[in-house]
T-cell receptor
Framework: NAGVMQNPRHLVRRRGQEARLRCSPM?????VYWYRQLPEEGLKFMVY????????ESGMPKERFSAEFPKEGPSILRIQQVVRGDSAAYFC?????????????????FGPGTRLTVL | AQKVTQAQTEISVVEKEDVTLDCVYE???????LFWYKQPPSGELVFLIR??????QNEISGRYSWNFQKSTSSFNFTITASQVVDSAVYFC?????????????FGKGMKLTVNP
């Protein structure tokens, strides 16, 4: 059973370009999360998606960032007009979601991350 | 608001020493979940344990053990007889039950270096 897949593993962009980060969840998982890890810092939640729905985007910057998880295909985190401050490791995680009556939070399994460098 | 505090930022030990990583959390949720993840130098995040707020039993898995105490809002992690391969950054995380979001709130991490 393949784990969470992210690509590319490393991405270099110049200021003003667009960055597209892809995440394929584990087989059987319908919940996807994106987190950002800035240098020397912990991980910060960005967005939580289920198929075709954004459930919680409270951690997303208001501008330039968007995410989707279409019915078919991977989840995409898009950063438009990148700036140097966007340089970070972006992690995707997937889970099977909440269990019966919302009582079980299944563990989130993380992908290897995409390391974005903005020149 | 939810918050996770890992007061120690960096610890260095010699192989075979025991080491405890502290984690203190804050939440208003009555039902919540606590996690520990390991991030080795290669960068990936490895799930170690999940504990729900109703289960205060301590857990042992090989050289790893976890001590959950609701009274002090702590979920500490102990590595017994540490090994060089334990060198990594360890993150404690919290997930609440309100609002339907399962997002994880992470501590800032604690870098453990185990020297031979």
């Amino acid at each position: 059973n393949a784990g969470v897949m992210q690509n590319p593993r490393h991405l270099v962009r110049r200021r003003g370009q667009e960055a597209r980060l892809r995440c394929s969840p584990m087989k059987g998982h319908s919940h996807v999360y994106w987190y950002r890890q800035l240098p020397e810092e912990g991980l910060k939640f960005m967005v939580y998606l289920q198929k075709e729905n954004i459930i919680d985007e409270s951690g997303m910057p208001k501008e330039r960032f968007s995410a989707e998880f279409p019915k078919e295909g991977p989840s995409i985190l898009r950063i438009q007009q990148v700036v140097r401050g966007d340089s970070a490791a972006y992690f995707c995680a997937s889970s099977a979601g909440t269990g019966d009556a919302g009582l079980v939070h299944n563990e989130q399994f993380f992908g290897p991350g995409t390391r974005l460098t903005v020149l | 608001a939810q918050k996770v505090t890992q007061a120690q930022t960096e610890i260095s030990v010699v192989e075979k020493e025991d080491v405890t990583l502290d984690c203190v959390y804050e939440t208003r949720d009555t039902t919540y979940y606590l996690f520990w993840y390991k991030q080795p130098p290669s960068g990936e995040l490895v799930f170690l344990i999940r504990r729900n707020s109703f289960d205060e039993q301590n857990e042992i898995s090989g050289r790893y053990s976890w001590n959950f105490q609701k009274s002090t809002s702590s979920f500490n992690f102990t590595i017994t007889a540490s090994q060089v391969v334990d060198s990594a950054v360890y993150f404690c995380a919290l997930s609440g039950s309100q609002g339907g979001s399962e997002k994880l709130v992470f501590g800032k991490g604690m870098k453990l270096t185990v020297n031979p």
